[in-house]
Each structure stands twice: as structure tokens, then as C-alpha cells.
């Protein structure tokens, strides 16, 4: 979802996080709008809240990273003919130099789109794409699981993959539950912070990234700082909160973007009693997958069991 940098990130985390939960309640009659999917037999004219389209699209274009990963999941990769600069997967997304974090319409509609995909609508790209009569789908960041699952099938229903896309759900949530069933039983649940970049900004129980370790059974020590939500789920934390909290474990998502690593939280200034420090439960993750809301969360949570499993009950 990001492509950060420490500095970049520091200053416009909290912001676009709030901006992409406000496009999801962007549904006016000029925009198109989440939800509404139906699963079966490819039909169309298909619709998808205000978006009807006549036929199935063959020159898709996606401009979230997370997007492109669910055409992809759902069978629809042959139809997209152009993805944003950030979309790193799978490898054969026909990368182009469109940005989803500048989308410029002339460019998106010299693609020759019969379906735009976006995260968010930013400098009100929705409205300009549809003036120029492109059809436009927005699939905002998700907060549940239950929006994932949302979004792959409108995905579905608009791209004439219906049946494939309530495979991919039904897949995601079998092994959802194959992880989730045999948790161990403990007395305390293990705590952990969770690091969106070096300046430490993280993410509450609220978000969806959040959800994904309660899934797990985890205790998110970010959460008390950010109690009121005027941060909107990403606070950032200092030093002394994060070392007087003592969580268990500490999960990377600044590994790719930032270069943090076990060695380099080891050698912060007053963590070495941290207990994630003493025992080793430094956990480096995949910035990509930590970040979207698509098909491979099944990959962070099995990343996030696997870990905590080794801690005895």
C-alpha cells in the first residue's frame, strides 16, 4: 500500500490513512461505490454499486498494488493491460509509470481503460476519469476481512470472474481457520508491537493489520495510544512507551523500505531488557504483504503464528 521512506513516511502516515477509511464512505451518485456484489455465473451488464458495465473489460487498469494482487488471484490478469508504478505482484503485473499516489487522468485514460481500478481518490481523480467517460471502481483500504472479501467479489462480479473469486474468499478463509483453530490456550496473551517504519509509528487493534494479530490472539501494546482514534489507528509511539510496554514480540514491516532487521532494533538505545530483545522474537516481515488487504494476508498470518507458536503455552 506504501512505498515508504523514513521521512515521507514520518509526516504523511496518519494522513493518507484517515484520507483512504474516508473514501470508503464516498458513495455519491457520481462515484462509484463499493459493495453490492453478487457471486455465480458471469452476467452482464454486471454492477457494482453505481458502476454498471455493459460488457467484460478487457483493458484494466489497476492503481492499487493490493487491486492488481486480487485480479490476479480471481483469474482477471489477462484483462489488466497496465498497473501502477507500486504494483510489485505477482511479477508479470504489466508495470507502467502511472502513480496511485498522483494519478494524472490524461495519462490513466491514454491506457485506453475500460475499467479503472483505484485505493482511493485523491485530487478527485474519480471525477475527472468519469468526465472523461472511464469507468471507475474504488476499492478503499479495508478494515475487516469482511472488506476484503467485499472487494474480491465486486472484482469478480465486474471482471466476469464471479465463480473464481468466491473460491479465492472461500480459500483464504479455510486456511484462516486452519491457523486459527488449534491456538495454544494461554493464561496471558503474548504482546507485540507492531512497526510500520523507524519513526515508530504503528497500528491499533482497529486497523486492519490490527485485526490480523487478534486473529492470532495477540495484545497490541499500541493500542492505549491511540485510545481516543484522533490518530486514526496509526500512533507513533516513543521509545520509553515502547520499552515500558515490554511486548513479547516485535513485528517488522519496515524491513524492504527502511532496512530494520533484528540487529537493528537489538541495537536501539535502552531495548536490550525488552523481552522481544532477550528472547530473540524479533520478526522481520514482508513490507508488501503487511500492507495490503488482499489474498496473501493468509501468508502474514501464518508468518505471525508460526512465530508466537514457538513460545510455550
Known amino acids: 500500500m506504501f512505498r515508504r521512506t523514513p521521512r515521507l513516511f514520518a509526516a504523511t502516515l496518519a494522513v493518507a490513512a484517515l484520507a483512504l477509511g474516508a473514501c470508503a464512505e464516498k458513495t455519491s451518485d457520481d462515484t462509484p461505490a463499493t459493495g453490492g456484489s453478487s457471486s455465480g455465473a458471469a452476467a452482464f451488464p454486471a454492477t457494482v454499486g453505481n458502476l454498471t458495465l455493459d ?5 484494466i487498469v489497476s492503481l492499487s498494488p493490493t487491486a492488481t494482487e486480487m485480479l490476479f ?32 487522468a490524461e495519462a490513466i485514460a491514454g491506457k485506453n481503460p475500460d475499467l479503472v481500478v483505484l485505493a482511493n481518490d485523491t485530487n478527485k481523480i474519480i471525477a475527472q476519469l468519469t468526465a472523461l467517460k472511464v469507468p471507475v471502481l474504488l476499492t478503499p483500504a ?28 472461500a480459500r ?14 494461554r493464561s496471558t496473551k503474548l504482546t507485540y508491537y507492531h512497526e510500520l517504519g523507524p519513526e515508530l509509528y504503528s497500528a491499533t487493534s482497529k486497523t486492519f493489520i490490527g485485526s490480523i494479530y487478534a486473529l492470532a490472539g495477540l495484545e497490541n501494546i499500541a493500542d492505549a495510544s491511540d485510545a481516543d482514534g484522533k490518530n486514526g489507528g496509526y500512533p507513533q509511539l516513543s521509545q520509553e512507551v515502547i520499552v515500558k510496554a515490554n511486548p513479547d514480540f516485535v513485528f517488522l514491516a519496515d524491513v524492504k523500505c527502511c532496512q530494520q532487521s533484528a540487529d537493528t532494533v537489538k541495537a536501539r538505545s535502552g531495548w536490550a531488557g525488552v523481552t522481544a530483545v532477550k528472547n530473540n522474537q524479533i520478526v ?18 501464518r508468518s505471525i503464528v508460526d512465530a508466537t507458536a514457538k513460545v510455550p503455552a
Not at 460488457?55 to 483493458?59: A, D, L, Y
Open 55 to 59: 460488457k467484460r473489460p478487457e483493458k
Open 142 to 169: 479495508a478494515t475487516t476481512l469482511d472488506d476484503t472479501y467485499r472487494q474480491l467479489a465486486d472484482l469478480g462480479t465486474l471482471t466476469g470472474h464471479p465463480t473464481e473469486a468466491a473460491d479465492v474468499t
Open 73 to 104: 488471484a480471481i483469474g482477471a490478469g489477462k484483462q489488466v493491460t497496465a498497473v501502477d508504478d507500486q504494483s510489485n505482484y505477482p511479477a508479470d503485473a504489466p508495470k507502467s509509470e502511472l502513480s496511485g499516489f498522483q494519478p494524472n
Open 284 to 301: 522481520a516481515l514482508d513490507d508488501d504483504v503487511a500492507s495490503r488487504w488482499g489474498p496473501r494476508v493468509v501468508d502474514l498470518l
Open 172 to 185: 483464504m478463509k479455510d486456511e484462516i481457520g486452519k491457523l486459527t483453530k488449534d491456538l495454544p490456550q
